[in-house]
Nanobody, 120 residues
Framework: QVQLVESGGGLVQPEGSLRLSCLASGFTFSSFSSSAMSWYRQAPGNERELVATITGAGRSTNYADSVKGRFTISRDNAKNTVFLQMNSLKPEDTAVYYC??????????WGQGTQVTVSS
């Protein structure tokens, strides 16, 4: 069974840090390493928005303007895992964060999401 499982969310104070992980289980190394991985987030009442994307080999990344300089996406293809390091967190970063996998042939998979709450 193929699935994406996020972890690492929680409650953090403003200016704090969190590191999210997304494990892609049931995928082969070849499949995972050829897939682009993305993090999205959705706050209550808002549409889901793209936060960051990383290519299969990890050579290229892209970020939403709102997180540039604060968030870093990375991946470990040997462990079928993608990460999102979030620093200098703000209350407006509060959302459910989702992992998305886009396969080489266009197949798409989503994780179930992990809640991030930034509050004092």
């Amino acid at each position: 069974q193929v699935q994406l499982v996020e972890s690492g969310g929680g409650l953090v104070q403003p200016e704090g840090s969190l590191r999210l992980s997304c494990l892609a289980s049931g995928f082969t190394f070849s499949s995972f390493s050829s897939s682009a991985m993305s993090w999205y987030r959705q706050a209550p009442g808002n549409e889901r928005e793209l936060v960051a994307t990383i290519t299969g080999a990890g050579r290229s990344t892209n970020y939403a303007d709102s997180v540039k300089g604060r968030f870093t996406i990375s991946r470990d293809n040997a462990k079928n895992t993608v990460f999102l390091q979030m620093n200098s967190l703000k209350p407006e970063d509060t959302a459910v964060y989702y992992c998305k996998m886009t396969g080489r042939l266009g197949s798409v998979y989503w994780g179930q999401g992990t809640q991030v709450t930034v509050s004092s």
